[in-house]
């Protein structure tokens, strides 16, 4: 074995990695050279490079900053990435190990659990999703609901490690419309509650309920966005500085949109656990979907302008698709919210959401107002903007977790942001000057009125 | 840098093909059935196999079908030789006579010593709590004397914190166990005559004392009349108080002699006609009342046990932090009652036991 670095030797020992259920000392003894002869190369490499003279004569002065060029053997290039990881590695098999030495370690417990979802199911029985985000493994000990012990069994059984869920089922008579306080206490003896406003028969997949949430789905999202598809002929006899004011409307309309998906997916984001990373996951989400919708647009355009007949079909249907993301996303609220017997679902919110979505139906056909557009594209184009609250109503009804709803506004706020800039393309289209008219101007703030005044009539 | 020429030539634009929606919908479909599979959907839930909790007790749990009682099964762990010395049953008949050595101006005296540490304790099927304990154990050892006995309790302070013995009786100033905090690693010896006779209590009495009561520094002081109680074929202690887990300032659970739902599980053997003699104190923290309820019979109740003519007859009784008294009754029949206080947020929250009355 190679030992050419001689105070390198002791560091790896015979123990290392500790925690790790290695069945046979053959492989741990074979872990352990192979450590020790990469560990050996890596530093021999690094030595090597870090201490070669610099090359004679003018290099930029970004080059000697940096480390003279390295071998041009690829595997060494391997032995020098993964020295330092072999050294973090020992570090944390110390730190395992030894503890953090002379730094004091409060014995605090660090327990955390999160009621994701509370079901009542038929036959008095009543279940809580939960799920440990905290750092260390949970063990629940006692189950309180309203106020008395109650038994209950888990799955799976034992403690419950970092970031996994369990579901405790408990043989609760619970009683429709009441509302239920439940207290867990951990074997640490730290306790957490969560509160039902009013208990209701979680839904099951049954056709009967798959029909409802679909039903909602369509009222709120796909009949209002293909009555506003109605105003279609209306719009094709717009004149070109009322088409723009038109596209203009559009552009606040999607803003307010987009502020509104921002702002749900946010208030999602923050009520989430902290330890399931959900703020970040909603700024990825919406920045993933702005890019790889603009890699799509491009995919699908070329390099074409926008200012065609088949660019601004296209922007439509970019339009539609926004449009049926942040519907997505409302379903997935309203779904939900139906399922957990938050919602009043009466006839006046359908009425405040059919009056509120209509107003998307114009902004989706915009675009195409002045090109012939056939009724089959009509049809997709209005599926694809109110279809989506459907879908969102189902999984809101039936899977809801933050994580997924967070995303959702995140990808429907990005959308929206990307047809946004694709609208403005459009609208800078005109001659200079005029992006910004009075009756553009206009036409911009009542897109943002109109979904505004709109938005009041919904009192959910 | 490269410069060669290229003709830069849009490229045409590209329709949505048949084959790209297939694959969009493929993708979908997987997703949501990646997502349905990740265990959801509440319909897979509802026919979910029930495995049970860590471990299910056999032997003498008694099932009361149709009682409604959805209760926790004991798990492994405590019971009548549990750990860290938490005995409910043996505490239920233990009395600490103290040690005799000889008499003084013609009083026996009797020497006790208390301990005050600290420790966590089992007050539920694992659960624990950390608790501060006279002698190690929650409540605090019952101490028992005769009327006019010289005691000497030599209270020895082996926790961080200061603490103090305060007896409701009748003694001098100095020996009240309130002005002179005894402090970590010290000894103070209480000396005072027992008087009068009755069921009394002992606490701490130091700063912030509903933390120092909650902790389960409390115990029993019983002072036996001359000539002793009447005969009775069971003397049992019984100190209600709650059990604060968490150190929030309220009560999670709430027990007799130190562990929630006790003598629901090992309920306390008796026969018809015996006469039992129930000595019961009050040491809830955080709430303002207890009680106490017996099923199916009826008790001579003896406030503070200091008149033997002074009683009432009834089946529920209610005390205040701090109160105290004897219950004498016996059963007429045979099988299980149930006893609890009759706050019954109380008795869901673990002062419940039973009485497992046998044939005589």
Redesign the interface.
Known sequence: MPNSVGQAEGLVSPEWPPGLSLSTSFFRETLFLLANWVASQGLKEWRDVSTKPRPMGGSSGVQELLPAAAPARPWSLVMLAVLPLLLLGALVAILVNRGLGPLPVPGLPLDELTVERV?F??DQ?V?L?LRNTGPEAV?V??V?VN????????????PIPRLRSA?L????PWVEGEPYAF?L?T?????FAHEVGAAVE?????PSTLGRLALLGVYVGVIPVYLGLVWYPFLRGLKHRWYHALLAFTAGLLVFLGVDAVKEGMELALAAPGALKVVPVFVAALLGAVLSLIGLSR??????SRDTE??RL?LAYLIAAGIGLHNLGEGLAIGSAYAVGEIAVGALLVIGFTIHNTTEGPAIVAPVAHDRVSLTQLLWLGLLGGGPTVLGAW?GG??F?SL?ATAFFGIGAGAIIQVLAELYRLLSGQRPGELVSGLNLAGFIAGIAVMYLTGLAVTG | MDHTNRSVSPRAPRRLGRRDLLKLGAAGATGLAGAALSGSLPGRLVQAENQPAAGTHSGHKASFPGAGLHMPQPGGGYGPDGPLGMNPNRFLRDFYWGGVFGRENGRTVRTYRMIASERNVEVAPGLMMAAWLYNHQMPGPTIRANEGDLLRIEFINASSHPHTVHFHGIHPANMDGVLEPVLPGDTYTYEFIARPFGVHLYHCHVMPLDKHIAKGLFGMFIVDPPGGWPRADHELVMVMHGLDVDSDGENELYAVNGVAFYHRDFPIPVRVGETIRLFLGNMTEFDLLNSFHLHGDMFRYYPTGTRPDQYFYSDTVMQCQGERGILEFSFSHPGMFMFHAHQTEFTQLGWVGFFDVKES
């Open positions: 079901f199911g038929p029985t279940a999703r063990t000990n006692t309180i106020g008395a012990v109650w038994e209950f069994t888990q799955a799976p059984a034992g579901i089922t408990l043989p609760y207290e206490i074997a640490n003896a730290v306790k979680t839904p099951g997949v049954t995919w699908l355009q070329g390099d074409a088949q660019g296209g999984i039936y899977a977790s997924l």
